[in-house]
């Protein structure tokens, strides 16, 4: 069983800043992109950031700077830091991982439950 496992969100004031993690478990045989999206109320689930294996990211044009995603490869884990929030940053956000099982022969992807981030005064 694989799960992907959030954490670090929360509420902050604009301007704040917040670090979110998420780790997979399980038995898994290769991660290939990592990555955060997001879905704020009544919204579609949008990208925010992916990072490859070998650690290109790539960001959302509302991120403008503001974010940095990272990936720890032994620790199956992907981080989103994110400084100067704004409250349309409001949102819950989803750790996002492609894996390969030891019994699969395709990448499929993996969703984490969701963490929520609040950006209020």
């Known amino acids: 069983q694989v799960q992907l496992v959030e954490s670090g969100g929360g509420l902050v004031q604009p301007g704040g800043s917040l670090r979110l993690s998420c780790a997979a478990s399980g038995n898994i045989f290769s991660i290939n992109v990592m990555g955060w999206y997001r879905q704020a109320p009544g919204m579609q689930r949008e990208l925010v950031a992916t990072?490859?294996?070998?650690?290109?990211?790539n960001y959302a044009h509302f991120v403008n700077g503001r974010f940095t995603i990272s990936r720890d490869n032994g620790k199956n884990t992907v981080y989103l830091q994110m400084n100067s929030l704004k409250p349309e940053d409001t949102a819950v956000y989803y750790c996002?991982?492609?894996?390969?099982?030891?019994?699969?022969?395709?990448?499929?992807?993996?969703w984490g439950q969701g963490t929520q981030v609040t950006v209020s005064s």
């Open positions: 990072i490859t294996r070998s650690g290109n990211t």
């Open positions: 996002y991982m492609q894996l390969l099982l030891p019994t699969m022969t395709t990448y499929r992807d993996y």
